[in-house]
């Protein structure tokens, strides 16, 4: 089982709406998760990071924390044709060491 | 956050040969990390480059392969030796923030191709 695991996707949203990207981790001593996008041919990019239960919100963005679930998401208000990238999630385990999901491929039409 | 440069920003290298890899940092940080994005994959985590002493290796990477240098707080090498096609992928380093929730920041990678 993978420690990190999201969905690759795609996932096609209208302009406008809101996208929903999801994340489930295995492991319960992960205290820290982290939210990057990484447009094609260019390095991951932070978009947030939450390590309470609960929501975090930042601009269009807000990420969501489950720990009894073990579940991590984000959702991209009004979402724009420029949002189009992949979504990595990623778990912090032990000192520092980030566990990178396969990541969401985000398609936002006009 | 910090910006990350790398060199070289690409490279196409023969079979057997080895690369060596720079990333700079314009402010001095604590942990500077070194991950390897195959095609078409997720970013996986290669080693820690500690100051001072040798690196952190993570399972399935060595030092042979991977040697790595971190000779100060704000520059790291890795080398990618005796290179084979599966070499073939995005170099990519990170420095940890050290503030909440240990974020980690990306330099612009490395793109290698062995023929």
């Known amino acids: 089982q993978k420690e990190v695991e999201q969905n690759s996707g795609p996932l096609s949203v209208p302009e406008g709406a809101i996208a929903s990207l999801n994340c489930t981790y295995s492991?319960?001593?992960?205290?820290?998760f982290f939210w990057y996008r990484q447009y094609s041919g260019k390095s991951p990019e932070l978009i947030m990071f939450?390590?309470?239960?609960g929501d975090k919100e930042d601009g269009r963005f807000t990420a969501q924390l489950n720990k009894a679930s073990q579940y991590v998401s984000l959702l991209i208000r009004d979402s724009q044709p420029s949002d189009s990238a992949t979504y990595l999630c990623?778990?912090?385990?032990?000192?520092?060491?980030?566990?990178f999901g396969t990541g969401t491929r985000l398609l936002v039409s006009p | 956050s910090a910006v990350i440069s790398q060199k070289p920003s690409r490279d196409i290298c023969q079979r057997g040969t080895s690369l060596t890899i720079q990333c700079q940092v314009d402010s001095q940080v604590t942990m500077m990390f070194w991950y390897r994005q195959q095609p078409g994959q997720s970013l996986t985590l290669i080693a820690t480059?500690?100051?001072?002493?040798?690196?952190?290796?993570e399972s399935g990477f060595v030092i042979d392969k991977f040697p790595i240098s971190r000779p100060n707080l704000t520059f790291s090498t890795l080398t990618v030796s005796n290179m084979s096609p599966e070499d073939s992928s995005i170099y990519l380093c990170?420095?940890?923030?050290?503030?909440?929730?240990?974020?980690?920041?990306f330099g612009p990678g490395t793109r290698l191709t062995v023929l």
């Open positions: 990623a778990g912090l385990l032990g000192f520092q060491k980030l566990v």
């Open positions: 480059a500690n100051q001072g002493s040798e690196a952190t290796y």
């Open positions: 990170s420095v940890g923030d050290g503030g909440a929730g240990d974020t980690q920041y």
């Open positions: 939450i390590y309470s239960n």
């Open positions: 492991d319960r001593g992960s205290q820290s």
